[in-house]
């Protein structure tokens, strides 16, 4: 029997950063394989995955948990005839509810060991309205307080209070019994996704889901929350310094920030991560494709649009600027 684990969590929480840093470091010797689907139309984190990893199917034009449940799982199909894994690990995006997605595994005979919903800990209050992430939180059996490090022991007490109250209103249930589906969770907390092993040793198997509601309430999140996403190209003859600027005037709707980037005085390709005002950067030892960035908020258009007026070394070229 394969296993998996779903990991979801909203935009920018660690979600990739937990996968790079555990995936290697606890199964070794396994064959693993990782799918990951990016908010948008155009990915990053396959980039960065692949770089770690072998085996990294990426499906990036949509959302899997509304538009793309069959291409999820043909792809996963896919994988396991090719590559036989023993564990896949599927990334959602970070707009994607994780209910349908532990559907479609199991529709595919793959036992699903747990979901992980990884919080930001600092951020939880920013985004914590929204029912995308409530519904992440709901759906989960493993919640990791992730970003242990941005925050005091007195904040993450009260981060953990919020995750258990939007826990019991939204954890989900069976429509026909009424029974949650998940008869417990655990809150486990990280640093840099760095969660201690037992959290995928399947100590929390999943109830069997008997009758599972057949009228299961999806909504279309991603138009319900008005979160969007805008691509920008970078031109070639730019230098760090410059990238710097950008990510330090970002305005407030803009949340999150992904990109990879070459520039003149940096030898290998950079990949960039802003979620909601902190910045990091990683070399990436391949990167064939143009310098990009990719900007995530809500209503977002204006702001974007200012960001290229501002900087001329950032391109929107297949977009409309909006009046
Ligand atoms: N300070 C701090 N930063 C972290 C931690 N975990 C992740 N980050 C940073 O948070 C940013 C986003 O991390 P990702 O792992 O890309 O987040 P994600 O959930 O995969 O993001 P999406 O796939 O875009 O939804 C990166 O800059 C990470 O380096 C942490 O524990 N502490
Ligand atoms: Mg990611």
């Known amino acids: ?66 538009q793309l449940s069959e291409e999820f799982e043909s792809g996963v199909m896919e994988i396991i005839q090719k590559y036989q894994p023993e564990i896949i690990f599927v990334e959602t995006s970070g707009a994607s509810e994780p209910f349908p997605i532990f559907m479609s595994m199991q529709n595919l005979g793959v036992t699903v060991e747990g979901v992980i919903c990884v919080v930001d800990s600092k951020n939880l209050d920013s985004y914590k309205d929204n029912s995308t992430a409530k519904y992440q939180i709901g759906g989960s059996n493993i919640i990791v307080l992730n970003k242990t490090d941005l925050v005091s022991d007195e904040e993450l007490e009260a981060v953990k209070k ?59 999140h991603t138009t319900e929350d008005s979160i969007t996403q805008k691509v920008a190209y970078l031109k070639e003859d730019i230098i760090f310094n410059d990238i710097d600027h950008i990510l330090n005037n970002i305005p407030k709707s803009i949340y999150r920030v992904k990109g990879v980037v070459k520039v003149k005085d940096v030898a290998n390709p950079l990949v960039i991560n802003y979620s909601f005002g902190n910045v990091s950067f990683e070399e990436l030892d391949e990167y064939a494709q143009p310098s990009i960035m990719i900007f995530i908020g809500e209503n977002i258009d204006k702001d974007v649009n200012l960001l290229c007026s501002q900087y001329e070394y950032l391109n929107m070229p297949q977009f409309k600027l909006t009046k």
């Open 162 to 220: 919020d995750v258990e109250d939007i826990k019991a209103e939204f954890n989900i249930k069976n429509n026909l019994t009424g029974e949650t589906v998940f008869s417990s969770y655990v809150i486990n907390t990280s640093e840099q996704g760095l969660v201690k092993k037992e959290v995928f040793e399947g100590l929390y198997p999943i109830e069997k889901i008997v009758g599972m509601a057949k009228d299961y309430q999806h909504l279309n």
């Open 1 to 66: 029997m394969i296993q998996s684990f779903i990991i979801t969590g909203f935009l920018g929480v660690g979600k990739t950063t937990m996968l790079t840093n555990t995936v290697k470091k606890y199964f070794p010797d396994r064959k693993v394989a990782i799918v990951v689907n990016e908010f948008g139309d155009i990915g990053i984190d396959g980039d960065v995955l692949s770089n770690v990893y072998s085996e990294v199917l990426e499906i990036s034009e949509g959302c899997i948990c509304c």
